[in-house]
């Protein structure tokens, strides 16, 4: 792992800007690079937060991004718990990714069937990767330390073979989910959780100062190469003692 990185902001509103200029410079790192930028988002407040922001950067280009999802909800793209249905209402529609740069799952299929589908997209889409190695994944994390939907003391937090694993039998509604696995989270070059309110101060605390094999899910990413982000509130980082960055504004990570 290339070092984990816990940035801490007064509010949620500072912290908006400074993602979206991550998001930006990795992108422009990717792009010279490899010719294009892969990333994962997940759902919860980081749709807001996106939604807001970057449509607000200055000459954002998305035309050579390609879209994922670290997960998603198995329900119709009209239904209002549709993680893509939300991007696309908020985001999508706002910046100039192309319609076939953003994977979605197809919605009308079994769980199974879903899981199986969008990993065929995931291995079209990344044609030279055992497991696809993302530019930039974007996390949340629950109250219970999940992330993706990788929820404590589940099975699949053990999968070390599949891309996309379907989950059947989440503990936060809706119950049927697919989500990537471990292998891919901690093959991306960059993750970034965004964390943020005090309902998330107990948790952080054992997630980021706990002992290793910890039994929260968000604790077991640890990209093998990857840069480890950790944006956080004053709130959500109040009960931690570890250092932590404080950046000054118009500062970018
Ligand atoms: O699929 C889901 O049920 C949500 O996407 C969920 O996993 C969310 O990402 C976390 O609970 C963090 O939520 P916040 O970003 O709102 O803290």
Redesign the pocket.
């Given at each position: 792992m290339a070092g984990r990185r816990v940035v801490v902001f007064p509010s949620a509103a500072e912290l908006g800007p400074v993602l979206a200029s991550l998001v930006a410079s990795r992108a422009e790192k990717a792009i010279s690079s490899r010719g294009r930028f892969t990333l994962g988002l997940?759902?919860?407040?980081?749709v807001n937060i996106l939604s807001k922001e970057l449509p607000a950067l200055p000459e954002l280009d998305c035309s050579k991004w390609v879209v994922g999802f670290c997960?998603e909800?198995l329900v119709s793209f009209d239904d209002p718990e549709s993680?893509y249905g939300l991007y696309k209402s908020q985001l999508f529609s706002k910046v100039n990714i192309p319609d076939n740069a953003v994977l979605t799952i197809d919605s009308s299929l079994s769980v199974q069937d879903c899981a199986e589908d969008y990993t065929r997209k995931l291995k079209k889409a990344f044609p030279d990767d055992e497991f696809p190695v993302f530019d930039l994944l974007l996390l949340?994390?629950?109250p219970d330390g999940?992330t993706c939907?990788l929820f404590p003391d589940h099975p699949l937090l053990e999968e070390n073979k599949k891309i996309v694993a379907p989950i059947s039998d989440s503990p936060?509604p809706p119950p049927q989910r697919v989500t990537m696995t471990f292998p891919v989270v901690n093959a991306a070059r960059c993750v970034s959780f965004?964390?943020?309110g005090g309902s998330k101060a107990q948790v952080l605390k054992e997630v980021l100062e706990g002992r290793e094999g910890s039994v929260y899910p968000a604790a077991r990413v640890a990209p093998t190469k990857g840069e480890l982000f950790w944006l956080l509130d004053d709130p959500a980082a109040a009960s931690l003692s570890i250092h932590v960055e404080r950046p000054g504004s118009g500062e970018t990570l």
């Open positions: 997940s759902g919860g407040s980081l997960d909800r993680t949340g994390m629950g999940h939907s936060k965004v964390s943020t």
